[in-house]
C-alpha cells in the first residue's frame, strides 16, 4: 500500500460523534452520525461513531486538518438547546497529571483534546456542535427534544462542511 502524503492526510475532515447510546440523550452525537450517514459523504470527509473511546481516539486525530465533535453538553438553556462553537484547545503536558487520573473513557472531550494537543496530534480545526440533554440515564431513546436536535445539528454540520469541500 502506497504511504499517503502529509499534506493528503491534514486536508481530510472529521465528523465525530461522541456519547453513549445506552444513556439516552447522551447518544446525542452518534444519533447525528446515524442521521448524517444518509447524505452522500464528500470526498475528504469521514463520518464516524466514536461512542465513549476517549483519549484512544487521540491518535487518529492527527490525519484531519479539521474535526467537527457532535457530542452533548451540560451547558445553560433549555433540553435540545444546540450551539456551534470553535474549540481553543488551552493547556498541555504540564496539565496531564489531571488528566491521567481518569480512565480512558472517563475523559470528557476538554481532556482528549488536551492530550492530542500535548502527542501532537490536535488538527489545525475544532469545532463543538453541542446539545442540552434533558434525561442521562439508562435509555435507548433519546428525549423527544433532544431528537428534534439532532436533525438540526445534522443541517449545522452540512452547512458548515459546504464551507470547507
Request: charged content about 25%; some cysteine.
Given at each position: 500500500?502506497?504511504?499517503?502524503?502529509?499534506?493528503?492526510?491534514?486536508?481530510?475532515?472529521?465528523v465525530?460523534?461522541?456519547?453513549?447510546?445506552?444513556?439516552?440523550?447522551?447518544?446525542?452525537?452518534p444519533r447525528?452520525?446515524?442521521?448524517?450517514?444518509?447524505f452522500?459523504?464528500?470526498?475528504?470527509?469521514?463520518?464516524?461513531?466514536?461512542?465513549?473511546?476517549?483519549?484512544?481516539?487521540?491518535?487518529?486525530?492527527?490525519?484531519?486538518?479539521?474535526?467537527?465533535?457532535?457530542?452533548?453538553?451540560?451547558?445553560?438553556?433549555?433540553?435540545?438547546?444546540?450551539?456551534?462553537?470553535?474549540?481553543?484547545?488551552?493547556?498541555?503536558?504540564?496539565?496531564?497529571?489531571?488528566?491521567?487520573?481518569?480512565?480512558?473513557?472517563?475523559?470528557g472531550?476538554?481532556?482528549?483534546?488536551?492530550?492530542?494537543?500535548?502527542?501532537?496530534?490536535?488538527?489545525?480545526?475544532?469545532?463543538?456542535?453541542g446539545?442540552?440533554?434533558?434525561?442521562?440515564w439508562?435509555?435507548?431513546?433519546?428525549?423527544?427534544?433532544?431528537?428534534?436536535?439532532?436533525?438540526?445539528?445534522?443541517?449545522?454540520?452540512?452547512?458548515?462542511?459546504?464551507?470547507?469541500?
Amino acid at each position: 500500500m502506497a504511504k499517503k502524503s502529509e499534506e493528503s492526510l491534514r486536508s481530510r475532515i472529521l465528523v465525530a460523534g461522541i456519547g453513549n447510546r445506552l444513556m439516552g440523550d447522551d447518544g446525542f452525537g452518534p444519533r447525528v452520525i446515524d442521521l448524517l450517514s444518509a447524505f452522500d459523504i464528500p470526498k475528504g470527509v469521514d463520518f464516524r461513531d466514536f461512542g465513549t473511546a476517549g483519549l484512544t481516539i487521540a491518535t487518529d486525530l492527527e490525519e484531519y486538518e479539521l474535526v467537527i465533535f457532535l457530542d452533548s453538553a451540560d451547558v445553560e438553556g433549555e433540553p435540545g438547546e444546540i450551539f456551534m462553537t470553535e474549540v481553543a484547545v488551552e493547556g498541555g503536558l504540564d496539565d496531564m497529571a489531571e488528566i491521567s487520573r481518569f480512565t480512558l473513557h472517563e475523559v470528557g472531550l476538554e481532556g482528549l483534546l488536551r492530550f492530542s494537543k500535548a502527542i501532537g496530534t490536535i488538527p489545525s480545526k475544532v469545532i463543538l456542535i453541542g446539545c442540552k440533554p434533558k434525561v442521562v440515564w439508562p435509555s435507548l431513546e433519546l428525549s423527544p427534544e433532544v431528537e428534534e436536535a439532532t436533525h438540526r445539528a445534522a443541517e449545522m454540520v452540512l452547512d458548515t462542511l459546504s464551507q470547507y469541500v
